[in-house]
């Protein structure tokens, strides 16, 4: 699943790319997961001229000149493309087609990629929002361990499983610590932390993929990377095997 910095990523090129283009026709090839008819769709899109590319939480948006806004959530396996003349990629969901004969498709062959029309806005903060009082205020009463806390939606928008991992190695906190037992001045280190990990990663992304709109590029990753055996400080990687797979080393502090 591409996580926020590929979201980021992702949304700076699509804004260069299509930013003042006009769409002409929308196309609607699996309308299961579109929360509005083909037909309004189309009505409400076609005629407007792409405004901005964004990114909000896990979804990539798309404003437009009057207002409206296509939210588009890639699931696990959603890619996106761009293309001219006919669509060529396999499993669309929905496609975009501009004035210029330029067209975006987004893509997934599981189906389950989430096209939604202005969908509705979330009061939860988004991780690059946050700092040190958002987390001692909302951590007080949290039993929780500290890395489900980071990739609970409903409390922190846009972590993902690789990323909370590369974060708490940086702030040098067990992923397994009890969120509330963690003191303030680590948790300063976990707001510190989030934002150096994501924006580097952007960084990162860009430079190897400079044009890249979907994927998932991952080998700059220095914890959660299944070619490393070592940390850049030479401690050994552990890799605790669940649902989920948590990359951690003893360097992290565990509070409980």
Known sequence: MPELPDLQAFSHNLQNKLSGKKVMQVTVTNAKKLNVSASVLNGTLVGQKVEKVYREGKELHIKFNKGDVLGLHLMLHGKLFLFEGKN???????????????????????????PTLNPEPKDVP???????A?????LAKT?????????DQK???????????????????????????????????????????????????????????????????????????????????IIKESSRKT??????????
């Open 126 to 132: 988004d991780a690059l929002e946050v700092d040190a």
């Open 155 to 237: 409390i922190l928008r846009g972590i993902g499983n690789a990323y909370a991992d590369e974060i708490l190695w940086q702030a040098r906190i067990s992923p397994f610590s009890i969120s509330n037992k963690i003191p303030e001045a680590k948790l300063a280190d976990l707001a510190k932390a989030i934002k150096e990990v994501l924006h580097d990663a952007e960084k990162s992304i860009l430079h190897s993929n400079p044009d890249i709109i979907n994927g998932e590029v991952r080998d700059f990753m220095k914890i959660h990377n299944a070619k490393k055996k070592q940390s850049p400080t030479g401690h050994d990687i």
């Open 88 to 114: 060529d990629n396999k499993y669309s969901i929905i496609e975009l087609h501009f004035e210029d004969n330029s067209s975006l498709v987004l893509t997934d062959f599981q189906g389950i990629a989430k």
């Open 134 to 138: 958002f987390f001692t205020r909302r």
């Open 247 to 256: 990359y951690y080393t003893e360097e992290q502090k565990l509070f409980e």
């Open 143 to 151: 039993k929780t361990n500290i890395k489900t806390v980071l990739l």
